[in-house]
C-alpha cells in the first residue's frame, strides 16, 4: 500500500534568521526525528510548512527560507520528503484557476486547520498514495510498528462495512491515556476535558480493538484514498475539523472507526492565557455550526462528548462561560482581555450559513477535481517540492 505521512508545521518567526531557532520547528524537527523508529521505510513523507513571518518579513523571502529548510530536512531524514510552503501556493492556485476550478483554489492555503489538512490531501492525491496518516508536529511516534497498525484491515470489510478511516489515541507525556481536567473555575460549564475522558473510558473498557467514536484526533488519524477522494474537511468550521471530519464522512456512508492500538505522544506546549480565549472563541462557533449540520443528516451518536455542547442548552453555556472568563481577567486586572470575552457573547446572536449550504457544494467540488486530476498535471511545481 503506498502511504504517505503528513505532518502540518506551523512556524512563526521575527526574521528569516530566526526560522531555525523557533518553537514550530523544534517541535517539527523533534516529530520528524521521531519517524526514524518507523519499521516500515517505504513511504513519503509530505511536510506542510506553513511560514507565518512577523511584519516586515515579506514574501520575499519564502524562497530563502525554503531552501533552507530543505538543507535542514534533508540532514534530519533520509526517506522520500515532499515538503510543501508557502513558496508553492500561489503555483497551485493558479493552476486550479486554469483547470476550472477557481472555487477551490481560494481554500488551497497553509492557514485554519482545514485548509492545511485539505491542501496535504490533493497533494496525497497527486502523488496516488492510498492511505494518507496525519500527525500533528507536536507529536512524536514511539512504536516501531506504527505505521502497520495504521494501515492493517484499512480498505476491509469489518462487520459488513468497508473500514476507509481511523483514528487513534493521544499518550500524554506519561503515557496516560485520560487527560487531568484543568482547574479553571470559569470552565465549569465547559469543561470539554471531563467529557473526552469519558469517551475514553467507554473506549478502554471494551474488549474489541475496533470501535466507533464520537471523536477523531487530527493527528492521529487514518483515511483511505476512496474516502479521502470524496470527503475534504470542511473548511468553514474553525477548529473541531477532525470530529467534524467524521459527521460528514458519516452522513455519507462510510466507515472511521476508532482503533485503540493506533497511538502516539502528543507532547503539546504550555498553553497561555491567549490560548484559552481563542479555543473558546473557535469552540462556541464550531458547535453551533455543528448543531445546525447534524440537525439536517444522517443520525448520528455524539454522546457524552461533542454531544454534550449540541444541545439546546448551548446558547446559555457559552454565555456564561464567556462572562465567567471575562470576570476572571477583570479580577486580574487584564482589562483589555476581559473586554474581549464580553464581546464572544456576540456569537450567540450573529445570523450564520446554514452549515450544509456551506460545505455541500465544495464537497462537490473537490469530488469533481479529484475525478480529473493526476501528477503529470503539476509537473515542474511538483519535481521542485522533492527534498
Same mark, same amino acid.
Given at each position: 500500500?503506498?502511504?504517505?505521512?503528513?505532518?502540518?508545521?506551523?512556524?512563526?518567526?521575527?526574521?528569516?534568521?530566526?526560522?531555525?531557532?523557533?518553537?514550530?520547528?523544534?517541535?517539527?524537527?523533534?516529530?520528524?526525528?521521531?519517524?526514524?523508529?518507523?519499521?516500515?521505510?517505504?513511504?513519503?513523507?509530505?511536510?506542510?510548512?506553513?511560514?507565518?513571518?512577523?511584519?516586515?518579513?515579506?514574501?520575499?523571502?519564502?524562497?530563502?527560507?525554503?531552501?533552507?529548510?530543505?538543507?535542514?530536512?534533508?540532514?534530519?531524514?533520509?526517506?522520500?520528503?515532499?515538503?510543501?510552503?508557502?513558496?508553492?501556493?500561489?503555483?497551485?492556485?493558479?493552476?486550479?484557476?486554469?483547470?476550472?476550478?477557481?472555487?477551490?483554489?481560494?481554500?488551497?492555503?497553509?492557514?485554519?486547520?482545514?485548509?492545511?489538512?485539505?491542501?496535504?490531501?490533493?497533494?496525497?492525491?497527486?502523488?496516488?498514495?492510498?492511505?494518507?496518516?496525519?500527525?500533528?508536529?507536536?507529536?512524536?511516534?514511539?512504536? $516501531?510498528?506504527?505505521?502497520?497498525?495504521?494501515?492493517?484491515?484499512?480498505?476491509?470489510?469489518?462487520?459488513?462495512?468497508?473500514?476507509?478511516?481511523?483514528?487513534?489515541?493521544?499518550?500524554?507525556?506519561?503515557?496516560?491515556?485520560?487527560?487531568?481536567?484543568?482547574?479553571?473555575?470559569?470552565?465549569?460549564?465547559?469543561?470539554?476535558?471531563?467529557?473526552?475522558?469519558?469517551?475514553?473510558?467507554?473506549?478502554?473498557?471494551?474488549?474489541?480493538?475496533?470501535?466507533?467514536?464520537?471523536?477523531?484526533?487530527?493527528?492521529?488519524?487514518?483515511?483511505?484514498?476512496?474516502?479521502?477522494?470524496?470527503?475534504?474537511?470542511?473548511?468553514?468550521?474553525?477548529?473541531?475539523?477532525?470530529?467534524?471530519?467524521?459527521?460528514?464522512?458519516?452522513?455519507?456512508?462510510?466507515?472511521?472507526?476508532?482503533?485503540?492500538?493506533?497511538?502516539?505522544?502528543?507532547?503539546?506546549?504550555?498553553?497561555?492565557?491567549?490560548?484559552?480565549?481563542?479555543?473558546?472563541?473557535?469552540?462556541?462557533?464550531?458547535?453551533?455550526?455543528?448543531?445546525?449540520?447534524?440537525?439536517?443528516?444522517?443520525?448520528?451518536?455524539?454522546? $457524552?462528548?461533542?454531544?454534550?455542547?449540541?444541545?439546546?442548552?448551548?446558547?446559555?453555556?457559552?454565555?456564561?462561560?464567556?462572562?465567567?472568563?471575562?470576570?476572571?481577567?477583570?479580577?486580574?486586572?487584564?482589562?483589555?482581555?476581559?473586554?474581549?470575552?464580553?464581546?464572544?457573547?456576540?456569537?450567540?446572536?450573529?445570523?450564520?450559513?446554514?452549515?450544509?449550504?456551506?460545505?455541500?457544494?465544495?464537497?462537490?467540488?473537490?469530488?469533481?477535481?479529484?475525478?480529473?486530476?493526476?501528477?503529470?498535471?503539476?509537473?515542474?511545481?511538483?519535481?521542485?517540492?522533492?527534498?
Amino acid at each position: 500500500m503506498k502511504k504517505a505521512i503528513i505532518i502540518p508545521a506551523y512556524l512563526r518567526f521575527s526574521h528569516p534568521d530566526a526560522l531555525l531557532t523557533s518553537e514550530g520547528f523544534g517541535l517539527t524537527k523533534r516529530a520528524i526525528q521521531s519517524l526514524e523508529i518507523l519499521n516500515d521505510r517505504d513511504h513519503t513523507l509530505i511536510l506542510l510548512v506553513s511560514m507565518n513571518p512577523a511584519e516586515g518579513g515579506g514574501e520575499h523571502s519564502f524562497g530563502e527560507m525554503d531552501q533552507c529548510l530543505r538543507k535542514e530536512i534533508k540532514n534530519l531524514r533520509a526517506g522520500k520528503t515532499f515538503l510543501f510552503s508557502n513558496l508553492h501556493l500561489s503555483g497551485v492556485r493558479q493552476h486550479l484557476k486554469q483547470r476550472g476550478f477557481p472555487f477551490l483554489s481560494a481554500f488551497v492555503d497553509l492557514q485554519g486547520f482545514s485548509n492545511i489538512r485539505n491542501t496535504g490531501l490533493l497533494l496525497a492525491y497527486v502523488l496516488s498514495m492510498e492511505a494518507v496518516i496525519f500527525i500533528d508536529n507536536d507529536e512524536v511516534v514511539e512504536d $516501531p510498528l506504527y505505521l502497520k497498525i495504521a494501515c492493517e484491515h484499512l480498505n476491509e470489510p469489518y462487520e459488513g462495512k468497508l473500514l476507509q478511516g481511523k483514528g487513534g489515541f493521544y499518550l500524554d507525556a506519561n503515557g496516560d491515556i485520560l487527560l487531568p481536567s484543568p482547574r479553571l473555575w470559569w470552565r465549569i460549564l465547559w469543561n470539554k476535558t471531563k467529557w473526552m475522558n469519558e469517551v475514553w473510558k467507554s473506549l478502554l473498557a471494551s474488549p474489541e480493538r475496533y470501535l466507533p467514536s464520537p471523536i477523531l484526533l487530527g493527528g492521529n488519524l487514518v483515511l483511505h484514498r476512496q474516502l479521502y477522494s470524496q470527503i475534504p474537511f470542511d473548511p468553514y468550521i474553525p477548529r473541531g475539523e477532525d470530529t467534524d471530519y467524521l459527521i460528514n464522512a458519516h452522513q455519507q456512508g462510510f466507515c472511521i472507526l476508532f482503533d485503540k492500538e493506533l497511538k502516539v505522544k502528543h507532547l503539546h506546549p504550555p498553553r497561555t492565557g491567549e490560548f484559552f480565549y481563542e479555543e473558546l472563541r473557535g469552540d462556541i462557533e464550531r458547535f453551533l455550526y455543528e448543531r445546525e449540520k447534524v440537525s439536517s443528516g444522517m443520525p448520528l451518536s455524539l454522546d $457524552p462528548y461533542p454531544g454534550y455542547f449540541l444541545r439546546r442548552t448551548l446558547y446559555l453555556k457559552a454565555f456564561l462561560t464567556a462572562l465567567l472568563l471575562a470576570m476572571d481577567y477583570f479580577k486580574k486586572r487584564k482589562w483589555k482581555e476581559g473586554a474581549k470575552c464580553l464581546d464572544l457573547m456576540s456569537l450567540l446572536i450573529q445570523k450564520r450559513k446554514q452549515a450544509p449550504m456551506s460545505y455541500v457544494p465544495f464537497c462537490a467540488e473537490w469530488g469533481r477535481w479529484m475525478a480529473t486530476f493526476h501528477e503529470k498535471t503539476l509537473g515542474p511545481l511538483l519535481e521542485s517540492c522533492w527534498v
